[in-house]
Nanobody, 126 residues
């Protein structure tokens, strides 16, 4: 079993930056792809960014490409999401997710992810 714990959320103003962190623990060797998703009130969970197990491949939602950067440090069992030029529409709960072991490439579908964190709130407002 893999446990994921997010941190780093908060309330910021438009144009500000944040770095979200996701710590993995449990019976894992980090041999899977990981991703970040959001879920706003009344909306379905949406893909934000994903990174392959080797870190060589990343994918982004069109709405965040060029503003958000996903990275991971397998030795530290951490995944990060660096958010820049934040907009009010980025307001949501941000979830870290991991695919099943040996699924090495990220996808945009929540159903492809086996493990989820509890989420961290990001609020962007002036």
């Amino acid at each position: 079993q893999v446990q994921l714990v997010e941190s780093g959320g908060g309330s910021v103003q438009p144009g500000d930056s944040l770095r979200l962190s996701c710590a993995a623990s449990g019976r894992t060797d980090m041999y899977f792809a990981m991703a970040w998703f959001t879920q706003a009130p009344g909306k379905e969970r949406e893909f934000v960014a994903g990174v392959s197990q080797s870190t060589s491949s990343t994918i982004y939602a069109d709405s965040v490409r060029g503003r958000f950067t996903i990275s991971r440090d397998n030795a530290k069992m951490m995944v990060y999401l660096h958010l820049t030029n934040l907009k009010p529409e980025d307001t949501a709960v941000y979830y870290c997710a991991a695919r099943p072991r040996s699924s090495l490439l990220p996808t945009m579908r929540p159903i492809d992810y086996a493990y989820w964190g509890q989420g961290t709130q990001v609020t962007v407002s002036s």
